[in-house]
């Protein structure tokens, strides 16, 4: 079974940087399509970034282009999130989450199958 194991949150000021690890085992990430989902305090869970199994496409929310990286090592089998310039509203619980089916590069919360238990980042204005 995929398990999903994310790390790296922690307490940052506004502009600074971090960078979340998902460490996976079960299944390789190369056959897995790959992303980063967020809950911030009193809102729902929202997709961040992902990236595609196939191709390593990848794909973000308007809120995060230009300021956060998704990348993966294969050999590591390993996603991350690079957050550059961070905002007090991207304070949230950051979530890895894993998809084993194809798809045209819509994220949802409910299409996901993996997931794991989440990383606090808090940015501090």
């Known amino acids: 079974q995929v398990q999903l194991v994310e790390s790296g949150g922690g307490l940052v000021q506004a502009g600074g940087s971090l960078r979340l690890s998902c460490a996976t085992s079960g299944r390789s990430i190369s056959t897995l399509s790959m992303g980063w989902f967020r809950r911030a305090p009193g809102k729902e869970r929202e997709f961040v970034a992902g990236?595609?199994?196939?191709?390593?496409?990848?794909d973000y929310a308007d809120f995060v282009k230009g300021r956060f990286t998704i990348s993966r090592d294969i050999a590591k089998n390993t996603v991350y999130l690079q957050m550059n310039s961070l905002k007090p509203e991207d304070t949230a619980v950051y979530y890895c989450?894993?998809?084993?089916?194809?798809?045209?590069?819509?994220?949802?919360?409910?299409?996901?199958?993996?997931w794991g238990q989440g990383t606090q980042v808090t940015v501090s204005s």
């Open positions: 989450a894993a998809d084993r089916s194809s798809f045209g590069g819509v994220w949802n919360v409910g299409r996901m199958d993996y």
């Open positions: 990236i595609r199994w196939s191709n390593g496409i990848t």
